[in-house]
C-alpha cells in the first residue's frame, strides 16, 4: 500500500479484556516497529521484527503484551488483560533496513474503561 | 544508551517569526538525528535528518537544524512560522545501526496570527 495502516483506528476495551492491533507495513520493508505514546508524552519504543523474526521485545511493559509477525509482513500487537494504564496510542512503523528513516501509521487509540 | 532532551514542552510564536525547538541529545554512538512532526490524528511525519554528513540539514516546510556535537545539540529553525506549522515535535536518536529510535518527550508548537 502507499503508507503503513493501522487497524483499528480506536478501540474500547473493558478492563480485564484482551485486544487485537493489527499493523499492515509498506510493502518490501523489512523492518517493522511498535511504539507507544502515551498522553502527552513521546513515543516510547516496545518492540522491532525484522521479516518475522522478533529482534528486540524490551521495550514490551508486561508479559501481558505479545507481538507477532508470522509471514514478515503484517504484525499484530496483543494485550491480555487489559489494565487501565495501558490506555495509549499504539503506533506501528515500517522501514527498509538499517535506513533509520521510519513510516509511521497513524496508530490505534486504545482507551480501557 | 541514549537519551534526548527537549527543553521545551511548549513555544508559541507568532505568525511570520522565526521557530526553535531545542534539542539536547547523549549517545554512546556517533548518533543518527531526526526530527519528526505529528499533527493532531496524524502519523508522525519525518522532516528531516543528520546521518555524518553535513551538519547545517534542510528538510521539509523551509525547517532545517544545525548538528553541534560539542554543545550535544541538534536545535531545529524556521525563519518564518506558518499557522499550518502548529503541531508536535520530536526530536529522535538512533542507534548505530539505525534501528532503535528514542523520542524525546516532544515540544508542541503554537502559531498566534
Known amino acids: 500500500g502507499a503508507g503503513v495502516s493501522q487497524s483499528p483506528r480506536y478501540k474500547v476495551a473493558k478492563r480485564g479484556q484482551d485486544v487485537a492491533l493489527r499493523c499492515d507495513p509498506i510493502?518490501?520493508?523489512?523492518?517493522l516497529f511498535w511504539y507507544q505514546q502515551a498522553l502527552g508524552q513521546g513515543p516510547e519504543f516496545l518492540t522491532y521484527?525484522?521479516?518475522?523474526?522478533?529482534?528486540?521485545k524490551s521495550g514490551l511493559p508486561s508479559d501481558r503484551f505479545f507481538a507477532e509477525r508470522p509471514e514478515g509482513s503484517v504484525s499484530t500487537l496483543k494485550i491480555q488483560r487489559t489494565q487501565q494504564e495501558d490506555s495509549a496510542v499504539y503506533l506501528c512503523a515500517s522501514s527498509r533496513v538499517g535506513s533509520g528513516e521510519l513510516f509511521f501509521g497513524e496508530g490505534s487509540r486504545l482507551t480501557v474503561l | 544508551a541514549q537519551s534526548v532532551t527537549q527543553l521545551d514542552s511548549h513555544v508559541s510564536v507568532s505568525e511570520g517569526t522565526p521557530v526553535l525547538l531545542r534539542c539536547n541529545y547523549s549517545?554512546?554512538?556517533?548518533?543518527?538525528l531526526f526530527w519528526y512532526v505529528q499533527h493532531p490524528n496524524k502519523g508522525l511525519q519525518l522532516l528531516l535528518k543528520?546521518?555524518?554528513?553535513?551538519?547545517l540539514v534542510k528538510g521539509i516546510n523551509g525547517f532545517e537544524a544545525e548538528f553541534k556535537k560539542s554543545e550535544t545539540s541538534f536545535h531545529l529553525t524556521k525563519p518564518s512560522a506558518h499557522m499550518s506549522d502548529a503541531a508536535e515535535y520530536f526530536c529522535v536518536v538512533s542507534d548505530g545501526a539505525g534501528n532503535m529510535l528514542t523520542f524525546g518527550g516532544g515540544t508542541r508548537l503554537m502559531v498566534k496570527p
Open positions: 510493502s518490501g520493508h523489512v523492518s
Open positions: 549517545s554512546s554512538y556517533s548518533p543518527s
Open positions: 543528520y546521518t555524518s554528513a553535513a551538519t
Open positions: 521484527f525484522q521479516n518475522e523474526a522478533q529482534l528486540d
